[in-house]
């Protein structure tokens, strides 16, 4: 009788202790290995995938800007660095890619070397800077500057690059940016020194430029040219572009180096579009 009243209470600790351990089991330890197991994945997920994401693009980036430095390699460092542009417009290094893609080509445009932008062209008898750029459709700044000429005075017979742009200007409010595009390619991009006026979206072109100092307007092969104020003025009554600073007035405002870039690579009838 003792022996079965043993065995009784033997087998009901057994079934006491072993829910207990069923139920310590699911409430406790199956949890830690389930979080553990999903903390394990989660880990190997984010190691493999954003993080490969996040690189995507990234080597065709130091492939491009490994050219960059290399002046004999100038068009292959564009056409990569514009594919880059192309291809990833969202990558974290944009910025710095579209950046070393102005700088090459206004390095292009405004040097002597040669380019497939660029025409020859031979001075003629009554030739100036202003006929010639009249003749070809080009700015006489952008001629002078692209020739690396001391002076507007020309020889019958000297060979010129003629830089031939076709270009436009995209003015983005929200980034206060203005990006020069020519043959509807990205040229250059400019940071703008102040919130563009209005709201409206504006579709308009250049009407003139204007150089002057101390309020007084001055051409171009003038004494008073060279580090003169800068200001292209736009049909519709469109902000004008201008250099100065972020207090100085009002209109669409770039540093004076930007619009001493700038002011050259644009003609009347050159499309500006505001957003």
């Known amino acids: 009788m003792k022996v079965f009243a043993l065995l009784v209470v033997l087998v009901i600790a057994a079934v006491v202790f072993g829910a ?3 139920f310590s089991f699911k409430l406790l330890i199956a949890p830690e290995k389930a979080a553990r197991a999903e903390h394990s994945a989660s880990m190997a997920y984010a190691a493999a995938v954003p993080e490969a994401t996040a690189e995507l693009g990234l080597n ?10 290399d002046r004999s390699r100038t068009p292959e460092a564009i056409a990569a660095l514009h594919e880059f542009a192309t291809k990833y417009p969202s990558a974290s290094v944009i910025g710095e890619a579209k950046a070393a893609l102005g700088e090459l080509n206004a390095s ?10 660029k025409t020859d062209y ?14 070809t459709n080009s700015s006489a700044e952008l001629i002078l500057r692209s020739n690396n000429l001391s002076s507007i005075d020309l020889q019958i ?10 270009t436009a200007i995209v003015v983005d409010r929200a980034s206060s940016t203005l990006t020069l595009f020519n043959n509807n390619v990205f040229f250059k991009e400019f940071a703008l020194l102040a919130p563009v006026p209005g709201s409206a979206g504006v579709d308009t072109s250049v009407r003139e430029k204007i150089a002057t100092r101390d309020a007084k307007r001055v051409i171009f092969g003038g004494s008073d040219f060279p580090g003169s104020e800068r200001s ?29 870039e700038l002011f ?9 579009v505001i957003r």
């Open 20 to 22: 207990i351990g069923y």
């Open 60 to 69: 065709e980036f130091e492939s491009a800007m490994a050219l960059v430095d």
């Open 108 to 117: 292009v445009v405004f040097t002597t070397v040669d380019a497939p932008c």
């Open 122 to 135: 031979t001075v003629v008898s009554g030739d100036s800077l202003v006929r010639i750029a009249s003749k």
């Open 157 to 166: 017979g000297q060979k010129l690059k003629i830089p031939q742009m076709d």
């Open 232 to 260: 292209i003025i736009l049909e519709q009554n469109a902000p004008v572009i201008r250099g100065g600073s972020s207090t100085s007035g009002s209109g669409i405002v770039l540093s004076q180096y930007d619009i001493e």
């Open 264 to 272: 050259p690579l644009v003609t009347r009838g050159t499309r500006v």
